[in-house]
């Protein structure tokens, strides 16, 4: 048998050791991939709920140790009842909705090895916590081991029940989206043996890369309204009342693209979708059209990788986005933020190599399907009455896209190291997103209606005021019998938002800082996902926390040595399987920085920093008392009182830091006159003491100090708090007196509508 | 025409809508003055001047998180209060309305309206409460259990689940829905709303002192002659609508100015004035719609001997 990291891990510090243990034995660089070869077969009976499936898989050995079973993964059989670790861990509830009449399930019904039935063999298992009721994970022992450089060949067949869409994957009505729907080998480490988790509630997937042959069989009112993973093969065949459409990812074509070590386009993974509703918008990426228009970013790019702009070329990409009909007015806002993604990820982190993606805009009802990347193609998700000024669906079209480099092309363990994907591409997310379309204005829905402004003050607020603003009333009959509910209509005609609210704008890049701080120190970001302390701290380590430290890094070595790190590190591992430790070393190697200490405290630590700066300014006081003169004698001195700043401004600065990660920071000091000076408070500094009086030796200052500003270009977001990381002589009185304007206009336009209803 | 004309004798009657738009106001400052004084404290000397005037930055609203939690659940407290000081304000302004409307004698404005707020102040008070009886009835028809069970069961078989409307076809027909629920809720309030103004007339009328007889009075003369008693209700709120969309217009030019930084104090107080002017427009429709109210009181009561 073969060795398996995958023991059942149980207990979170056991799972912690064995994983630790392994990520020095993870896929080298070096190491051919295994590719399997999928050619599956399904028919989709959505009106049954019932699809039927047969998958013929061959795989070959590529590892040095002898195989001696093949692992599997069956998804959907974590949505099969209330007792599997998928539906345990969310608490019975996905996505909110209590699941209890939208089971789904699979069942394997013939399996057979190199030819010989094995269905006999076949063995659930639950490496991660014993769960007996989980069926997400089968095995089948082989009867031969299986020597490095041979080949087997699995014929599957299965039936499964299609659950309602509340997860990614399912069916709502007659949207159908398909992922994880067939079953799917786990992945051969050498010396690790099959890593293949159970189907957890917050982890996503982890597959190796290979190549799919699909044809999908459906009723024929879906003819022409199929798309998935890789490129379809026209036409579809109609056969009486269904129709098939057969899909090759990657496309032949693309499978030619072969880089000089050998690798070329593969694919881990593939989804497809249909639903007669779908409206197409199709047109192409132009990568000289893009980069004419960020010609400045190409340069900056070039010149931090010493690459000519002919390497960094990348090619043009076909995209469909398949919309519903209330979005088909979004198609060209869908096609520019994947345009988006494509363009400014592939000129960081390497040209997309494949000549299509497929963009879907999920079903109403169906939005759990939303927001989630499959090779190729993945899911935005949007909503009617989307103002040309609002991120949506831009910000989850360009993440999602982005996924095709960060766990598309780069392939990490989804499962053990979620965040290299979902934090890497958060970060790429937030910079494309800046630099192509700037502030996020922040908007109020009134109903289904958005306007682009914001209340300063909430109508209720809990409690009493709830009371007094008729928001709450008695209890009785099960039913709050309050006067007044909130209502799209109503509420805009009591709060008169355009005469009344403000425009408000956020910065993506703060977002990310936030989202960290929210909940910065429960878990180090390096751990499995399925033991992090819960979903929400799953997500803010994953993904925002993860874009933070990325972020910081870059501030760190600058952007110069961030941009050669990251690069080596997205090609080196582009159609393989890094972790941690791999990232890790080739941003060192490639950036030219020794700095484990910054991915310790980053990623392995729950270390967090708060720097802040206090003033404390007089003028120095005119000489007082006896003094020593220079012929030896003591004389008296007693000046009148000098006018502010004669003798010069005694300026008591004290920078502190609260909090472990420490970084070298930089305190630039303004001086009256406009005169600027840079100090360098070092990390050895920091580490030895947890304060610095930067002023303290040089007594009376000639000039007045007019501010002290620490990391005065916001290198680093890690901050808990930047609002005591500046200090300025001026106070500022006017802004107090703006703002509490727009509350005025609030205050009056909710009491106007209050008193109308006393009479 | 009738709502013009009593526009037109409401503001003969400024003194009256003056001062409810400057007790309204007042209401309304307690909070704006909490928010200057924190906001001038908390930026104190940690910001440049000028740097938060076009924006409150997404890190210093989270930096400061939690004072402005505090200052919001202060500020929403007494908005929350000020909110039912403006309804028992709107109660006594009423009283001087319907004094006005009905008794033309000589005298000052202030003294007529203040003898009239004062005489009916508890009848109308019981209106009021009467009010929000009705409206928390008509709330509950359109959100709870009549909506859910017969809307979205019986007619539309959708399926319990934590958004229900997710088990339409499409996102149109969700949003058709809720608009619908919206408008619904919208003019069934509009017309409580209606109806209590005319039970007020009623009362001040027939100088009678039941919130009750006023209620079920002004409801059935709605009933029997709707186009009449409406029709200057919605003209006038077609007015205030008209009104409120070039202050929202004025308001969204001017506050575009200051988040592109690029005015100061100036547009700041000029945003203040369009609140104050706003405010007491808004103050002198409201008399307008008794002073039309009563004219068509009247003219129901020639002609039904009401």
Known sequence: ?759 | MRALRGFAAAGRCWRWWGLAALLELGLALPPALLWQRWLSGALGNRFEPGELFANLSTSFRFDQREPLGQLGAASSLWLGLAALLAMLAGVFFAGGWTQLAFDERGESVLARANAGARRFFWRYVRVWLLTLMLLALWSWIVFEWPWKTVVLGWILRLPEAADRLEGLTSERSAVALRVLQDALYAIGVALCLCCADYARLRIAWRDTRSAWGGWTGAIAMVLRSPLRTLRPFVALFAIEALVLAVAGLVSSALDARLNANQAGLRAVLALAATTAIVAALRCWLRGARYQSGAAVLREESAAHGG
Request: aromatic share 12%; charged share 25%.
């Open chain 1, 1 to 759: 048998m073969s060795i398996r990291k995958a023991v059942p891990l149980g207990g979170s510090l056991l799972g912690l050791l064995a994983l630790a243990g392994r990520q020095a034995l993870g896929q080298t660089p070096a190491e051919r991939p295994f590719r399997p070869e999928y050619v599956i077969g399904v028919r989709v009976d959505p009106g049954e709920k019932h699809l039927h499936g047969e998958e013929r898989l061959s795989w070959t050995n590529q590892s040095k140790d002898d195989v001696f079973d093949l692992w599997f993964h069956l998804y959907w059989n974590g949505f099969a009842n209330n007792r599997s670790t998928h539906l345990s861990e969310s608490g019975g509830s996905l996505r909110g909705t209590k699941i209890s009449d939208e089971w789904g399930w699979q069942q394997v019904t013939a399996l057979r090895v190199n030819g010989g039935d094995s269905l006999a063999r076949l063995e659930w298992m639950a490496p991660d916590d014993a769960n007996g009721q989980d069926k997400s994970v089968f095995r089948v022992k082989l009867a031969e081991p299986l020597r490095t450089g041979q080949s087997v060949s699995v014929d599957i067949d299965w039936e499964a029940r299609i659950p309602r869409l509340r997860r990614r994957t399912g069916q709502k009505d007659d949207f159908l989206f398909m992922a994880q729907w067939f079953p799917k080998l786990g992945v051969y480490e050498t010396g690790n043996g099959w890593n293949c988790h159970e189907f957890h509630a917050n982890t996503e997937f982890f597959a190796d890369y290979g190549t799919y042959d699909v044809t999908i069989d459906l009723p024929r009112r879906y003819a022409g309204h199929v798309g998935a993973s890789g490129v379809e093969v026209l036409p579809e065949k109609q056969d009486g009342e269904r129709v098939r459409a057969r899909f090759l990812a990657p496309s032949l074509a693309d499978r030619e693209l072969v880089q000089a070590d050998g690798r070329g386009p593969l694919v881990h993974d593939f989804a497809w979708t249909a639903d007669p509703r779908f409206v197409k918008h199709e047109d192409v990426f132009r990568w000289t059209d893009w980069a004419g228009r960020y010609g400045d970013e190409v340069n900056r790019t070039a010149l931090a990788l010493g690459r000519g702009l002919d390497e960094l070329a990348g090619r043009d990409v076909h995209v469909t986005v398949l919309l519903h009909p209330e979005h088909a007015d979004q198609g060209q806002r869908h096609f520019d933020a994947t345009c988006t993604s494509l363009f400014f990820y592939g000129l960081w982190w390497g040209t997309y190599p494949y000549e299509q993606v497929t963009v879907v805009d999920p079903a109403w009802g169906g939005g759990a399907a939303g927001g989630m990347e499959y090779p190729t193609l993945f899911t935005a998700g949007s909503r009617m009455f989307s103002l040309p000024r609002m991120r949506t669906p831009e910000s989850v079209t360009v993440h999602e896209c982005g996924h095709q480099f960060w766990y598309g092309l780069v392939g990490n363990n989804e499962f053990e190291a979620g965040w290299l994907d979902e934090g890497f591409n958060t970060f790429s997310q937030t910079e494309a997103m800046w630099l192509r379309y700037g502030y996020n204005p922040a908007t109020t829905d009134f109903g289904p209606f958005p306007i682009e402004a914001v209340r300063q003050l909430a109508p209720a607020g809990g409690g009493l005021a709830d009371w007094f603003a008729l928001r709450s009333g008695a209890q009785l009959l099960g039913a709050n019998w309050a006067p007044l509910h909130a209502s799209g209509l109503l509420d805009y005609w009591r709060d008169q938002p355009c005469a009344s609210f403000a425009r408000q704008r956020d910065d993506p890049r703060s977002g990310d800082r936030s989202g960290y701080l929210a909940d910065p120190d429960t878990d180090p970001v390096d751990r499995p996902g399925w033991l992090y302390a819960d979903s929400n701290s799953y997500r803010t380590n994953s993904y925002r926390r993860t874009a933070t430290m990325l972020r910081t890094l870059e501030g760190l070595v600058g952007a110069e040595k961030f941009e050669q790190g990251m690069r080596l590190y997205s090609e080196r591992w582009r159609y393989r399987h890094p972790y941690a430790d791999d990232f890790f070393n080739s941003f060192q190697e490639g950036a030219g920085v020794d700095i484990g200490w910054f991915f310790e405290d980053a990623f392995r630590s729950h270390a967090t920093i708060d720097w802040s700066v206090e003033v404390d300014q007089k003028p120095a006081p005119a000489d007082e008392g006896w003094f020593l003169e220079p012929d030896g004698t003591w004389k008296r001195k007693e000046s009148a009182q000098p006018k502010d700043g004669e003798n010069g401004w005694l300026p008591q600065l004290v920078l502190r830091r609260k909090g472990e990660f420490c970084l070298p920071i930089t305190l630039e000091l303004g001086w009256e006159g406009g005169e600027r000076e840079t100090l360098i408070w070092t990390r050895e500094q920091q580490l030895r003491q947890a304060w610095w009086k930067p002023l303290a030796e040089r007594g009376a200052c000639p000039k007045k100090l007019e501010s002290a500003v620490l990391d005065p270009t916001q290198r680093y977001w890690l901050d808990r708090d930047l609002t005591n990381n500046r200090w300025y002589a001026a106070h500022d009185e006017r802004t107090s007196v703006r703002w509490a304007e727009r509350v005025l206009a609030q205050a009056a336009a909710a009491l106007h509508w209050f008193g109308g209803i006393g009479g």
